[in-house]
């Protein structure tokens, strides 16, 4: 199916573990995003990536890590789960603005809740 | 980049019409405003984007001033569909960066 993906919707792990997010769009979007939101809270940008192999901090990149091996895969590691990440994560992708300014709508995926015990 | 502020909540009635508007003091020559609807359990989505003077979509209208230090979002008729939260982003379009910044948002909530 055309879209983006994230896996699993649902996780618990324990504090100290490595996990994983996954994240997978079909349109072959330059951009890609991972965000997480808070009980209460905006959404806050961790890191996004304007093509494969080019990735950089957003807002809060502590604790996380992220690859992009493939255009269309973002997987977001957390390398040592804290429970102040205990969160619902957003992936996003969207088209690359060029030179014209055209409109770079962002397209989410549906989350992943994450709860640290 | 430009920051944002906008109200943290409002309330309407169904078949107002609702206008939210955002501040962003230090907007740049090349940003753009864009305004996302956020569901409770679901990720944000796209409403509207625009430059400046008015921008209209099937779903809102986007009126932005000459000196385009603040943008109001405008939802005719609002339904209880419409209770969300809805940000607005100023961002740069058109350049090396794609950074998406979220604010905090603002609650709308419609009341029957």
């Known amino acids: 199916d055309a879209g983006i993906t994230q896996s699993p919707r649902y996780k618990i792990t324990e504090t100290g573990r490595q996990v994983t997010l996954m994240c997978h769009q079909t349109?072959?979007?330059?951009?890609m995003f991972w965000y997480r939101q808070d009980l209460g809270h905006g959404l806050r940008l961790i890191y996004y990536?304007?093509?494969?192999?080019?990735?950089d901090k957003g807002e809060v990149p502590d604790g996380y890590v992220v690859s992009r091996s493939k255009t269309e895969n973002f997987p977001l590691t957390l390398e040592s789960a804290t429970r102040s990440q205990t969160s619902v994560y957003f992936c996003?992708?969207?088209?690359?603005?060029?030179?014209?300014?055209?409109?770079?709508?962002?397209?989410f995926g549906q989350g992943t809740r994450l709860t640290v015990v | 980049l430009a920051k944002t502020t906008q109200p943290i909540s409002m309330d309407s009635y169904e078949g107002q019409e609702v206008n939210i508007t955002c501040s962003h003091n230090n907007i740049a020559t090349n940003d753009y405003i864009t305004w996302y609807q956020q569901f409770p359990s679901q990720g944000p989505r796209f409403i509207i984007q625009?430059?400046?003077t008015k921008v209209t979509n099937e779903v809102a209208s986007l009126f932005i001033p000459a000196d385009r230090k603040s943008s109001t979002l405008s939802l005719p008729r609002v339904s209880l569909s419409d209770t969300a939260v809805y940000y607005c982003l100023v961002g740069l379009y058109g350049g090396a960066t794609n950074k998406l910044i979220f604010g905090t948002g603002t609650l709308l909530a419609v009341q029957p």
């Open positions: 625009g430059y400046k």
């Open positions: 996003a992708s969207s088209e690359s603005p060029g030179t014209l300014g055209l409109n770079t709508e962002a397209f």
């Open positions: 349109w072959s979007h330059s951009y």
């Open positions: 990536s304007a093509a494969a192999d080019i990735t």
